[in-house]
């Protein structure tokens, strides 16, 4: 809330812009963007995306144009099997060389926590922005730029950034505030325009019914868009425009703006818009040897044999989130064999392999890497049977609907209904083959991520969390290190989630 006032003030006190003049006629600004978003994957994958084309691309503009601005919709240093080892320090490195200029927090740049992201951002020779995120007593997160004002010549363009509160859910940000984008995107955009901005450009880590009113809303001239992997390009004719350049770099958004300064109107801006299927272009040399340098140290610690499952195991995105699995089983087995506590649970939407393992296939430390790449470290709770209750009802509550909340469980049995309200569908539940106490303390294992009331689960946020020999761990060394014992698994669907016909 303090931020939020000090905007207003800035809004309220800070003079007025005014229109051009005969005698303050500017000469016209041309200014090229380059915009990507949800880069987090370095290298190229069927001849589309990754760091050295894009590098490539803004390389030959450079060359080309007098100048250049490269921004970025967030979302970088995660989810990646290299970032499973570096926690994106590399991705930081490449953005750098580019270089990068600009860049908007995304959600995922908050998987390591807040600790992590730090590291990162004081590595970052970019600026980074988001005005509607706050620590938790309101000040500024540590690193991060509510909005900037670039200056070019006589000309002046304002700059202000939006993360989504999903992050509060979908990610591991700690105790922050993530205010509502369309409540602090006018102020952040007047502040601006009374500091002497032109023109206003957002970056907008933010779902596409957002972005679309943002620009209903009129604050900014530009919003450049992330986090839904759309390419998307909607522009008002006279008025504001929205594009989205898609995920990976696959397509490069080229922005060719033109400021005018006209006596009777102010400024008048024009733009033409461009996306550049990134299959045409020829990856810069240096930038690919480092990738592939990146590239050569995951291969030589991904290919250590773990062990050999004797059955299939499914690690897909729509059978984890829906319904009770072999492999989800295993994860949630190690957890709690870890930890040695009473249950655990694993959201489904902690498994990125998406893969089907035959019966007999080895597993590698890649395939744990790929399948749980958040680096969460293993948590040990103390709840009440009336909490774990809340928990399993929270986690039921979208299905049928695969959702990344949904319960994979070791150490008890649930069945539930459907067709009951959210809240009300467990029927039946089990703990080590006992029906559940109310009342009754348990030993909770999960991940970082529920922990911390991701995904729903707030009810975990105050839970007591109690020391264990693995504590500091994270899932994926726990997962490889309980293969590696095992040598040999088997994991089953055993009828731990029974859904009633």
């Known amino acids: 809330m303090q931020r939020l006032l000090i905007l207003v003030l800035i809004c309220l006190l800070a003079p007025p812009g005014y229109p051009a003049s005969a005698s303050n006629i500017r000469e016209p600004l041309e200014l090229t963007i380059v915009h990507v978003s949800d880069l987090d994957r370095m290298e190229t ?11 490539a691309v803004v390389a030959q503009l450079k060359a080309d144009k007098e100048i250049v601005l490269v921004t970025h919709g967030g979302d970088a240093l995660s989810p990646s099997l290299m970032s499973s080892f570096d926690r994106g320090r590399h991705m930081v490195e490449l953005l750098n060389s580019l270089p990068l200029d600009l860049f908007v927090l995304g959600n995922h740049e908050f998987d390591f926590g807040p600790e992590v992201l730090q590291e990162r951002l004081q590595e970052a020779s ?92 009129g604050a900014a001239d530009l919003i450049l868009g992330g986090h839904d992997h759309l390419l998307h390009l909607v522009n008002v004719s006279g008025g504001p425009a929205l594009l989205e350049a898609g995920a990976q770099a696959e397509h490069i958004a080229v922005i060719d703006l033109r400021l005018e300064a006209r006596e009777e109107e102010g400024t008048a801006w024009s733009a033409s818009f461009n996306l550049i299927d990134s299959r045409q272009i020829e ?44 492999f989800a089983n295993l994860v949630a087995d190690a957890l709690r064999a870890a930890t040695d506590a009473d249950i655990a649970i694993q959201n489904g939407g902690g498994l990125r392999g998406e893969k089907i393992y035959p019966a007999g296939s080895v597993i590698t430390l890649g395939d744990v890497m790929s399948e749980l790449p958040f680096l969460n470290q293993v948590v040990v709770l103390e709840v009440s049977g009336h909490t774990l209750r809340e928990v399993l009802e929270e986690g039921l509550s979208r299905a049928p609907e695969p959702s990344g909340s949904f319960p994979q469980v070791s150490g008890m049995k ?31 294992a999960v991940n970082g991520f529920m922990a911390g009331g991701g995904g729903g689960y707030d009810m975990l946020r105050e839970a007591k969390r109690l020391p264990h020999p693995t504590a500091g761990l994270t899932d994926s060394i726990v997962l490889a290190d309980y293969l590696k014992r095992q040598e040999e698994v088997a994991p089953a669907v055993e009828g731990r989630l029974e859904v009633l016909p």
């Open 45 to 55: 994958r069927d001849g589309r995306g990754g760091l050295a084309k894009l590098a």
């Open 283 to 326: 990856p810069d040399a240096s930038v690919l040897d480092r990738i592939e340098g990146f590239l050569a140290q995951v291969e030589e610690e991904l290919g250590q044999v773990l062990a050999v499952t004797q059955t299939q195991l499914d690690s897909r995105r729509g059978p984890s989130r829906s319904r009770e699995t072999a």
């Open 414 to 444: 649930l069945r539930y209904d459907i067709r009951r309200p959210a809240g009300q569908r467990l029927v039946e539940l089990l703990i080590g083959g006992e029906p559940l106490e109310e009342d009754r303390r348990y030993r909770l």
């Open 126 to 217: 970019f600026r980074v922005l988001a005005a509607n995120l706050q620590t938790d007593d309101g000040e500024q997160f540590p690193g991060v730029e509510d909005r900037l004002l670039l200056e070019f010549g006589d000309w002046k363009i304002g700059v202000f950034g939006l993360l989504t509160p999903d992050t509060l859910w979908s990610s591991n940000p700690g105790p922050v505030t993530i205010l509502p984008e369309l409540e602090i995107a006018p102020l952040a955009a007047r502040a601006l325009r009374n500091e002497g901005a032109d023109f206003v450009l957002a970056l907008a880590h933010s779902d596409r019914a957002t972005d679309l009113e943002l620009l209903d809303q």
